[in-house]
């Protein structure tokens, strides 16, 4: 396991950042998971753009190009020789002083991590994850909004934490007004009457590269795709509902809050989009050349 940290390669143990990073102290910083199949790096250049805006939207300037952020991450991939993994790329806003002003971090600190992941049991994709809605709210977007991928990720702690103590492995968050918005980590999708459903970005949640790659699988398949503001009645009343995620991939789900979907097992309009998505992690991205 490799790191690079501020450009240069260092091991699991040589990778340290300061006390005073406002990443650790505030959570001042933005990131990204990414990962490599095969060793083509999947969606990099869209996921690079997408730390570029969250990076902006926090006023955080990454101090490089993206271009030059894209080299220094296939470097340590391919230094890492890992063919199969995940990248965790965090840029923080630096080392400051003990206040919060950002204009006292002189430097942004980057880092980025290859390593393996795994979020579910693997035989939960197999025969489908059971998840829970919980009590804590979304964040609402003018206070923190979810579509900045920022290191502040409480919110979805605390309703992991939550999901955990009823006893299931992952979370749906509602926001204010009651609307379905994502996973701790992960986007939602339902099926019904063969039409696929998902939650818009402005109802507050991230806009997941995996549900975009979905969205793209779907159109080719010829299924319906809508962005639509829902409810728990429309989970509970699904045909088929799946999660989706760079670490967790195309997970389905087979029961939300103790109502079964599908009979239980997972739907075959799931099934035929996990099928092509491993297709597409194949092709979709930046072939890494390893030395
Ligand atoms: N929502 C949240 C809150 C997330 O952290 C993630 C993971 N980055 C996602 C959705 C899924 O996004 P992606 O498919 O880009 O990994």
């Given at each position: 396991?490799?790191?690079?940290l501020?450009?240069?390669?260092?091991?699991?143990?040589?990778?340290?950042?300061?006390?005073?990073?406002?990443?650790?102290?505030?959570?001042?910083?933005?990131?990204?998971?990414?990962?490599?199949?095969?060793?083509?790096?999947?969606?990099?250049?869209?996921?690079?753009?997408?730390?570029?805006?969250?990076?902006?939207?926090?006023?955080?300037?990454?101090?490089?190009?993206?271009?030059?952020?894209?080299?220094?991450?296939?470097?340590?991939?391919?230094?890492?020789?890992?063919?199969?993994?995940?990248?965790?790329?965090?840029?923080?806003?630096?080392?400051?002083?003990?206040?919060?002003?950002?204009?006292?971090?002189?430097?942004?600190?980057?880092?980025?991590?290859?390593?393996?992941?795994?979020?579910?049991?693997?035989?939960?994709?197999?025969?489908?994850?059971?998840?829970?809605?919980?009590?804590?709210?979304?964040?609402?977007?003018?206070?923190?909004?979810?579509q900045?991928?920022?290191?502040?990720?409480?919110?979805?702690?605390?309703?992991?934490?939550?999901?955990?103590n009823h006893?299931?492995?992952?979370?749906?968050?509602?926001?204010?007004?009651?609307?379905?918005?994502?996973?701790?980590?992960?986007?939602?999708?339902?099926?019904?009457?063969?039409?696929?459903?998902?939650?818009?970005?402005?109802?507050?949640?991230l806009?997941?590269?995996t549900?975009?790659?979905?969205?793209?699988?779907?159109?080719?398949?010829k299924?319906?795709?809508?962005?639509?503001?829902?409810?728990?009645?429309?989970?509970?009343?699904?045909?088929?509902?799946?999660?989706?995620?760079?670490?967790?991939?195309?997970?389905?789900?087979?029961?939300?809050?103790?109502?079964?979907?599908?009979?239980?097992?997972?739907?075959?309009?799931?099934?035929?989009?996990?099928?092509?998505?491993?297709?597409?992690?194949?092709?979709?991205?930046?072939?890494?050349?390893?030395?």
């Open positions: 396991m490799l790191v690079n501020n450009g240069k390669l260092v091991s699991k143990e040589d990778a340290k950042i300061s006390v005073f990073d406002h990443g650790l102290l505030y959570g001042d910083g933005v990131f990204e998971g990414i990962r490599i199949y095969d060793g083509n790096i999947f969606r990099l250049k869209e996921h690079i753009d997408r730390l570029y805006n969250s990076a902006k939207f926090i006023m955080l300037d990454i101090g490089m190009s993206k271009e030059q952020m894209i080299k220094e991450t296939i470097k340590v991939v391919s230094a890492s020789k890992i063919r199969n993994g995940y990248i965790r790329l965090v840029v923080t806003r630096g080392v400051g002083d003990l206040g919060l002003d950002p204009r006292k971090c002189s430097k942004p600190t980057y880092f980025i991590i290859v390593d393996n992941i795994k979020l579910y049991p693997e035989e939960f994709y197999k025969k489908g994850l059971e998840i829970t809605t919980v009590a804590i709210r979304r964040n609402i977007s003018e206070a923190l909004n979810p900045v991928k920022s290191l502040n990720y409480l919110n979805n702690i605390l309703a992991k934490i939550e999901a955990i006893g299931s492995f992952e979370a749906v968050m509602i926001n204010e007004q009651g609307y379905v918005t994502e996973a701790t980590g992960d986007n939602i999708f339902i099926v019904k009457n063969g039409q696929l459903f998902t939650t818009p970005p402005y109802i507050g949640v806009e997941g590269i549900r975009e790659t979905v969205i793209e699988i779907a159109n080719s398949l299924i319906k795709t809508h962005e639509k503001i829902m409810t728990r009645y429309d989970l509970y009343t699904a045909d088929e509902c799946f999660l989706t995620g760079t670490a967790a991939e195309v997970i389905p789900v087979v029961k939300i809050d103790a109502r079964v979907i599908n009979d239980g097992t997972p739907g075959s309009i799931t099934k035929k989009i996990i099928r092509e998505f491993k297709k597409k992690t194949k092709i979709l991205g930046v072939k890494v050349k390893y030395d």
